[in-house]
């Protein structure tokens, strides 16, 4: 099996921001960093060559700001993305913080209201009914246990921090010990960065906050990846289980334009033998120059406890 992991894709609505909806809440912050900086970086024809690109893959996953600043018009161009890359293969998404910016975007449950057709479980029964969506999300695929968690919470201008909460870690517990679950090598989708060894302050403003009682979840798990986006480049970390040990690894923004190959526009391709064990972690970078995907490897960054 191949996962082809992309993030960040950060869709703007094609008619541009109207001002009216933004000047008066936290999204003149995020107008502001678009005008700034992200409008200069964002490449709609280097997103649509990764969409294109992807599609060889057997399963898709998202890990979140899939929109820019949870605008309608962002929320319909980027569904119709999704939509068609979803007639070549199985898309799977999770949350970012700028997919829920506002609290009334929470309140009004506008990303499963768009997206729940791309979380939808295979073990309902087991998902915790959230304003963000159902999760979490479990989809069986061959030797996978697509697992989505939801970090994605409304903060206030400046603040990009995620929380998953006890309860959604509680139902995380036990959706790995369920004997489907258990017998793939399960595949973990979050926004927020798992490893995190900034200073506390700092974890507080733009990390995951409550990210040690999520590796204390997983610490039963003997393989697995545990996919993540937010940082805007590929990293990968190894993080040493009770068990054994995951592979933890971050994809960059889908439609970045930057010199640096680590944080350029791509996605990153994972492979799983039918008997579930991780063959290979690779990334696949955009090149301007030659208008072409190069592979690179993806080696381990650090090892972490």
Known sequence: MRIAHISDLHVLAPAGVELRRVLFDKRVTGYAN??????RVYRRDYLLSV????????????????TNLSLEGEYEAARALLDDLARSVEVTVVPGNHDIY??????ERRFPHHFKAFFQSDLPELALDLAAGSFPSVKLRGPA?????????????????????????????RVLEHPEVKRRT????????????????????????????????????????VLFGHLHHRRHDRLT???????????????????????????????LADDG?????????????????????LPITRTVS
């Open 34 to 39: 678009l005008l700034l900086k992200r409008g």
């Open 51 to 66: 969409i294109e690109a992807v599609r060889q893959a057997d399963q898709v996953v998202v890990t979140g700001d899939i």
């Open 102 to 107: 506002l609290p009334v975007v929470l309140r």
């Open 145 to 173: 246990a697509i697992i989505g968690l939801s970090s994605a919470v409304p903060r206030p201008p400046f603040v990009s921090a995620g929380f998953i909460g006890q309860a959604q870690l509680d139902a995380l517990a």
């Open 186 to 225: 399960p595949v973990v989708l979050v926004h927020h960065d798992p490893i995190d060894d900034r200073f506390h302050l700092e974890q507080l403003r733009s990390g995951l906050v409550d990210a040690p009682r999520l590796r204390n979840t997983l610490s039963p798990l003997t393989r697995g990846l």
């Open 241 to 271: 289980t009770s068990a054994g040990a995951l592979d933890v690894v971050c994809a960059t923004a889908s439609a970045l334009d930057h010199p640096s190959p680590q944080v350029r526009a791509g996605y990153n391709l994972y492979e």
């Open 277 to 297: 064990r991780i063959v290979s972690i690779e990334t696949v970078v955009w090149d301007p120059a030659s208008s072409q995907f190069h592979k690179r490897e």
